[in-house]
């Protein structure tokens, strides 16, 4: 004799949730998720930030007493570049300005340019 499994309530109700989760989940993939919420809405911030408190300003660095590893802190000068600048400043004395730099090997207009702000040629003195 063969066991046969009849086809109960139980069945009966799983089959219906299954069918009932299918529907919801067909529903729910169809809706437009892009349309704005019904209804008008504010948000609000805390406080604004002034920019100087996201990006703290920092003091020029003085070309003239710098050593090679805070010469290489600035945007595009890095350990050989920086050593340069060591030595130049090393065989002709103190730069007289921050457009001497272009007397260092390796530094042209553009790169000055993205430095300037950056440098000085010491207190009080202008770049």
């Known amino acids: 004799m063969e066991s046969q499994e009849k086809f109960g309530a139980v069945h009966i109700v799983l089959l219906g949730l299954t069918a009932a989760f299918l529907a919801a989940l067909f529903v729910a993939a169809r809706q437009d ?3 704005a919420p ?64 272009l007397e260092v090997s390796g530094i042209g207009e553009g790169k000055l340019d993205g430095i300037r702000a950056d440098v000085t040629v010491g207190e009080g003195e202008e770049g």
């Open 38 to 101: 019904a209804g008008d809405y504010t948000v609000t911030v805390g406080r604004a930030v002034p920019q100087e408190e996201l990006v703290p300003e920092k003091e020029p660095l003085d070309i003239n007493s710098a050593t090679a590893e805070e010469l290489e802190e600035l945007m595009g000068i890095g350990p050989v570049l920086a050593q340069a600048i060591v030595e130049y400043r090393a065989a002709h004395g103190p730069f007289s300005s921050v457009d001497e730099l």
């Open 33 to 35: 998720r892009t349309a």
